[in-house]
């Protein structure tokens, strides 16, 4: 059994490796602080010769078999059995893979203590909080059709109507902006036009 130890760089090692075999290694774990649930990442041989990778709820590694479902409708190939994801588990119990802490939402977290940016996070929590790219909603985030121009006029409209559209489309800018222009990073943002 070949283990590597933690790595101490801010991002998740993807080279560890767990299990004799080789064919299912548990990269990390990671504990979802706005749903208060925990994972296992999992890499994996697929039927198509690639390496897949799959976040697994831990609490299914108690029962190695759902594990091995898991895998298998995720296109896993004859290597991954009920042995190897109980050996990659047991592996992971002798030596626990690196941990991170994830987050969907963006901005400030603690107290204004540390900000997180979907690439990266500051203050505190730099390299502890990740933000968590699997959970964005927005199917148009990834479309590569189409200009900015177009995406200007299409708000437009909808724009001339809504003070809070104009407010949450310019907000997440905005609050980046707070300490560039020397402002309290608490200080009251809202579409109130009667305060100062």
């Known amino acids: 059994m070949k283990v590597r130890p933690h790595p101490t760089k801010s991002k998740i090692d993807d ?9 299912v290694q548990i990269v990390s774990s990671i504990f979802h602080i706005d749903d208060n649930q925990s994972f296992n990442v999992v890499k994996f041989p697929t ?3 690639t390496t897949g990778k799959l976040r697994i709820p831990r609490e299914l590694f108690r029962s190695p078999t759902k594990v091995t479902d ?5 296109n896993a190939d004859a290597s991954v059995t009920v042995h190897a ?3 990659a588990s047991e592996a992971a119990a002798v030596s626990p893979p690196p941990h991170q802490e994830i987050t969907r939402r963006a901005g400030w977290h603690i107290d ?4 997180v940016y979907p690439t990266e996070t500051f203050g505190q929590l730099s390299g502890k909080l990740l933000y968590d790219r699997d959970s964005q909603i927005n199917p148009a985030l ?7 121009e177009a995406w200007n006029d299409g708000l437009r409209e909808p724009c001339k109507y809504s003070d809070y559209l104009i407010f949450t489309t310019s907000v997440a800018a905005a609050s980046s902006l707070l ?3 020397g402002q309290d990073r608490r200080c009251h943002l809202s579409p109130s036009w009667d305060q100062p």
């Open 15 to 23: 080279t560890q490796t767990f299990g004799e075999d080789g064919s």
């Open 47 to 49: 039927l198509s010769g």
């Open 70 to 74: 898991l895998l298998i409708k995720a």
């Open 85 to 87: 994801v109980k050996t």
């Open 112 to 115: 204004g203590l540390s900000f």
């Open 142 to 148: 990834g479309l590569m059709q189409g200009s900015l």
């Open 179 to 181: 300490d560039v222009i």
